[in-house]
């Protein structure tokens, strides 16, 4: 459980609050996730940002400019932070993200050190709006609810009326998606409740695996998986391959999957920084609208001619 107090003006924190409390506008705040980066700079505040984990694998263009002049600084990874670091940035707030639990060691010296924290949820959001939304935290610690508003509110209409069209104009039958590539001889396939997979099916799309409606992802064997995957039309994000040549690679019996003879495989790996870091879980989180529309011109390629932002074919 957490509980963040914005103050304004002159406005004090009780006496008794045990929260962490930031005064707004915030001049200095690290991102531990780069989704974090990206809620700043869609509402034209990037300038704040004086800290990142994993500097190498931000996409965002003022963070890689300001990195070369120590404007912008890696403060590391996890439990492995350069405290030395944060201490000589003194940020106003540092935004945590945490799969489990909180974590007590980072959180412990963060309060040692007078640097407030909070973690942000987006990541546990199955709404693309959901995640987006998640920007008007950005806003409110700049003092800019209006621009985070109207910022929000604009990718909201633009996805709406992005999936409205789809809805009236899309074949009745549905092309079937498989989605991602095995870790360590096993298969994770998400929920059919998760982002990725609203996003297919406001795309027009229909997702290959229905088993499994719970909160997270789940492995299933690999010949499961390869009955999947010849069911399917279309295969979608696939991990690190840039060519069907190192898709195969991978796994020979993958030449043979409907998709990849068909050539109808796409990754999201379309904007990426030379260390591998992916622009689609940056910017793409603030973004659904982009990734809707770059999921439409796969599926149905008769109902747009919009350029591609995060997704590529393989060939």
Same mark, same amino acid.
């Given at each position: 459980?957490?509980?963040?107090?914005?103050?304004?003006?002159?406005?004090?924190?009780?006496?008794?609050?045990?929260?962490?409390?930031?005064?707004?506008?915030?001049?200095?705040?690290?991102?531990?996730?780069?989704?974090?980066?990206?809620?700043?700079?869609?509402? !034209?505040? *990037?300038? %704040?940002?004086?800290? #990142?984990?994993?500097?190498?694998?931000? =996409?965002? $263009?003022? /963070? &890689?400019?300001?990195?070369?002049?120590?404007?912008?600084?890696?403060?590391?990874?996890?439990?492995?932070?350069?405290?030395?670091?944060?201490?000589?940035?003194?940020?106003?707030?540092?935004?945590?993200?945490?799969?489990?639990?909180?974590?007590?060691?980072?959180?412990?010296?963060?309060?040692?050190?007078?640097?407030?924290?909070?973690?942000?949820?987006?990541?546990?959001?199955?709404?693309?709006?959901?995640?987006?939304?998640?920007?008007?935290?950005?806003?409110?610690?700049?003092?800019?609810?209006?621009?985070?508003?109207?910022?929000?509110? !604009?990718? *909201?209409? %633009?996805?709406?009326? #992005?999936?409205?069209?789809?809805?009236? =104009?899309? $074949?009745? /039958? &549905?092309?079937?998606?498989?989605?991602?590539?095995?870790?360590?001889?096993?298969?994770?396939?998400?929920?059919?409740?998760?982002?990725?997979?609203?996003?297919?099916?406001?795309?027009?799309?229909?997702?290959?695996?229905?088993?499994?409606?719970?909160?997270?992802?789940?492995?299933?064997?690999?010949?499961?998986?390869?009955?999947?995957?010849?069911?399917?039309?279309?295969?979608?994000?696939?991990?690190?391959?840039?060519?069907?040549?190192?898709?195969?690679?991978?796994?020979?019996?993958?030449?043979?999957?409907?998709?990849?003879?068909?050539?109808?495989?796409?990754?999201?790996?379309?904007?990426?920084?030379?260390?591998?870091?992916?622009?689609?879980?940056?910017?793409?989180?603030?973004?659904?609208?982009?990734?809707?529309?770059?999921?439409?011109?796969?599926?149905?390629?008769?109902?747009?001619?919009?350029?591609?932002?995060?997704?590529?074919?393989?060939?």
């Amino acid at each position: 459980e957490q509980h963040l107090l914005i103050l304004r003006d002159d406005a004090k924190a009780p006496a008794d609050f045990a929260g962490q409390v930031v005064k707004a506008p915030v001049r200095h705040v690290v991102c531990m996730s780069s989704s974090h980066v990206a809620m700043f700079d869609a509402i !034209g505040q *990037a300038k %704040r940002i004086s800290g #990142v984990s994993g500097i190498d694998y931000i =996409s965002n $263009p003022y /963070v &890689r400019e300001h990195r070369l002049c120590g404007e912008v600084r890696d403060v590391g990874y996890d439990t492995n932070l350069n405290f030395e670091r944060l201490a000589a940035i003194q940020p106003d707030l540092m935004l945590l993200y945490g799969v489990t639990s909180e974590n007590t060691v980072v959180t412990g010296k963060l309060r040692e050190l007078g640097i407030p924290y909070i973690y942000v949820g987006d990541y546990m959001e199955e709404s693309p709006l959901g995640k987006a939304e998640w920007l008007m935290v950005a806003a409110e610690l700049c003092n800019d609810r209006s621009r985070g508003a109207e910022t929000f509110g !604009g990718i *909201a209409e %633009r996805y709406r009326a #992005v999936k409205t069209a789809v809805a009236g =104009s899309a $074949p009745a /039958v &549905r092309p079937k998606v498989m989605l991602n590539t095995p870790y360590r001889d096993t298969w994770f396939m998400p929920s059919s409740r998760s982002f990725m997979i609203r996003l297919i099916e406001d795309a027009g799309g229909e997702y290959v695996y229905t088993k499994n409606d719970s909160d997270t992802s789940v492995a299933v064997d690999m010949e499961e998986a390869y009955l999947l995957a010849n069911a399917a039309d279309f295969w979608l994000n696939v991990g690190p391959c840039n060519t069907l040549a190192e898709l195969t690679a991978q796994n020979p019996k993958f030449a043979g999957i409907p998709a990849v003879r068909n050539r109808m495989v796409f990754n999201n790996n379309r904007r990426q920084t030379p260390a591998g870091g992916s622009d689609f879980w940056e910017s793409g989180v603030i973004h659904p609208d982009l990734i809707l529309q770059d999921l439409i011109r796969i599926f149905h390629p008769e109902l747009t001619d919009a350029e591609p932002t995060y997704y590529r074919k393989l060939n």
